[in-house]
């Protein structure tokens, strides 16, 4: 594909990329605050669900979610997997602005720093690793993926026993892994439905790449519903999960797909450098949650509490 057409190209995947980061933004700050309004549950009970649904503010989210899932798959027919899902980064920003406008509180100036420098270090990422797509039309079989597919599995079977096991508030970040990683897997899959419909609209049902999908996909969305639920603050979860989700984009893309880096020494250094920045930005959101909820708490044992309509939400 020459330079021309991979420049038009972009220019349709990136707006929609944030577009469906925005989406996702919106739904986690909704979807969040309607879990609060009911019985905690086990993880993964689909009681959970059934008990939201008379929910207006969890329909909002789950429309926002239909929506942000819908320009994700325009981002990764147009674009690589390497752009579209870092992108979603950029939600962590979504989400605690939207989730400031529902509380009709001031946004916490931190975590939307922290937000801000992820979003900048992903664009010196972009700029510099300048990620193309090869083959994009070309049917790819799950059992090639093997290796990679058994290490993210132990991974999220890890997240969700110490989750079960352990009553620390550092579970809520067991579940956002483990969201994150299924949420990887998910769009990775979704990558090589988008280049099956390009040979035709039946041929996504030849293949175990769609049955596969409606499985994960499902899973992670309840997954996430525990996540926000049993998580304080929108912010830190959201962080986690959209810092992870767009990582096991890239090594699926990379390592599996046949997607290219731009990897020349010095281009190497940058795009590590970047790498850093949206990892310290990611480092101050959690680590600002985690004040913000020392003061929350802090704020539940006083006997007499006073207005909180300073309080900022994460």
Same mark, same amino acid.
């Given at each position: 594909?020459?330079?021309?057409? @991979? ?6 995947a990136v707006p929609a990329a944030?577009?469906?980061? =925005? ?26 669900? $059934?008990?939201?649904? *008379?929910r207006p503010m969890w329909l ?21 997997? #390497? ?12 989400? =605690? ?5 529902? @509380? ?28 193309? @797509?090869?083959? =994009? ?18 991974? $999220? ?14 579970? $809520? ?11 990887? $897997? ?48 929108? @912010?830190?979860? +959201?962080? +986690?999960?959209?810092?992870? *989700? ?15 880096? *731009?990897?020349?020494? #010095? ?7 970047? =790498? ?22 802090a704020a539940d044992d006083a ?6 309509? *300073?309080?900022?939400?994460?």
């Amino acid at each position: 594909m020459d330079s021309t057409a @991979s420049g038009a190209m972009l220019f349709i995947a990136v707006p929609a990329a944030l577009l469906g980061a =925005a989406g996702f933004g919106l739904a986690s700050a909704a979807q969040q605050r309607a879990t609060k309004e009911v019985a905690v549950t086990r993880t993964l009970s689909p009681r959970l669900l $059934v008990e939201l649904l *008379d929910r207006p503010m969890w329909l909002l989210g789950l429309a926002a979610t239909v929506l942000a899932l819908a320009m994700q798959l325009v981002a990764l027919a147009f674009g690589p997997l #390497a752009v579209v899902q870092p992108l979603l980064v950029t939600g962590v920003a979504f989400a =605690a602005g939207f989730s400031a406008l529902m @509380s009709r509180l001031r946004p916490d100036p931190l975590i939307l720093f922290g937000a801000l420098c992820c979003a900048a270090g992903l664009a010196a990422f972009l700029l510099l690793a300048r990620p193309t @797509s090869t083959g =994009a039309g070309e049917p790819f079989e799950l059992r090639s993926g093997l290796p990679l597919a058994i290490a993210l599995l132990v991974v $999220v079977a890890a997240c969700l026993g110490y989750a079960g096991v352990v009553q620390h508030s550092s579970r $809520v970040l067991a579940l956002a892994l483990a969201t994150g990683v299924i949420y990887g $897997v998910t769009a990775g899959l979704m990558k090589i439905i988008t280049g099956q419909l390009r040979m035709g609209l039946d041929e996504p049902f030849r293949h175990l790449t769609l049955y596969a999908v409606c499985i994960i996909g499902p899973i992670g969305f309840l997954l996430s519903q525990n996540t926000f639920q049993q998580g304080r603050l929108v @912010s830190p979860a +959201v962080a +986690v999960i959209t810092s992870v *989700d767009p990582i096991v984009g890239v090594m699926i893309g990379v390592g599996w797909l046949g997607e290219q880096l *731009d990897t020349s020494p #010095a281009r190497l250094v940058g795009e590590c450098c970047a =790498a850093l920045v949206i990892i310290a930005g990611i480092g101050l959101i959690s680590a600002r949650g985690s004040h913000l909820l020392h003061r929350l708490d802090a704020a539940d044992d006083a006997p007499l509490p006073g207005p909180r309509s *300073d309080r900022a939400p994460g």
